[in-house]
């Protein structure tokens, strides 16, 4: 006859159902989710370096503008304004972060009202921002590159206002409870993200020719 080990039992009823930062699963995802963005826009500008390789000057001359456009350059103010929206917008992400934690609702609502709006003006800046690149996605290999790392940073705007939209209506009709709260911080992070990732960006694609001519 056998007799059976008495296995130990947990009570977790008296534990949180909620936590904040490196605490939360959550938080992890997404770090992980930043990661693996962070590793996409390096192979991006990767590509952006190698492909330079293939060219004498860079960008190469813009045979299709009359005259011919022997360094097109990509053209400073909108990408220089668009970078310092973003990285000012830092500021009521950092106050609306610091709000979700305290609870408090009305700031929340606030500060994503304010974020929602910035991410739409970084939006319709970034699609003008295309034809600061002379250059057509279908004409070279560097129109390319450039279309595509352009085009993935917009997404990641696209995503970021429509997280801001969903949350504002959230909690425009909900109280912010600590669930909800850890989402609104974790969107900050993902907004600092966002806008260092550009600000790496924009030295490259802005920058670096201008240091080649």
Not at 25 to 32: A, E, I, S, V, Y
Not at 65 to 82: C, D, R
Request: one cysteine or more; glycine letters at 6%; charged letters at 10%.
């Amino acid at each position: 006859m056998t007799t059976s080990t008495p296995r130990a039992v947990i009570d977790a009823k008296s534990l949180p159902d909620s936590a904040w930062d490196a605490r939360a699963l959550l938080w992890w995802g997404n770090l992980l989710l930043l990661l693996i963005e962070t590793m996409s826009m390096v192979l991006f500008i990767a590509s952006y370096f190698y492909i330079r390789r293939n060219f004498w000057s860079w960008p190469p001359p813009h045979v299709m503008s009359w005259p011919i456009l022997q360094h097109p350059v990509p053209k400073l103010p909108l990408g220089t304004i668009n970078l310092l929206i973003m990285l000012v917008g830092c500021a009521p992400m950092y106050w609306t972060d610091m709000a979700a934690r305290r609870l408090d609702r009305g700031r929340v609502q606030v500060g994503l009202a304010i974020m929602l709006v910035i991410a739409l003006i970084t939006m319709v800046l970034r699609y003008r921002e295309f034809g600061s690149f002379y250059f057509q996605w279908n004409e070279n290999a560097y129109g390319s590159i450039v279309w595509i790392i352009l085009g993935m940073h917009y997404f990641y705007l696209f995503s970021a206002a429509a997280e801001f939209a969903i949350m504002l209506l959230w909690a425009v009709t909900h109280e912010v409870d600590p669930k909800h709260g850890l989402d609104i911080t974790l969107a900050g992070g993902f907004w600092y993200w966002l806008a260092g990732i550009w600000a790496i960006t924009y030295v490259v694609l802005y920058w670096y020719p201008r240091w080649t001519i």
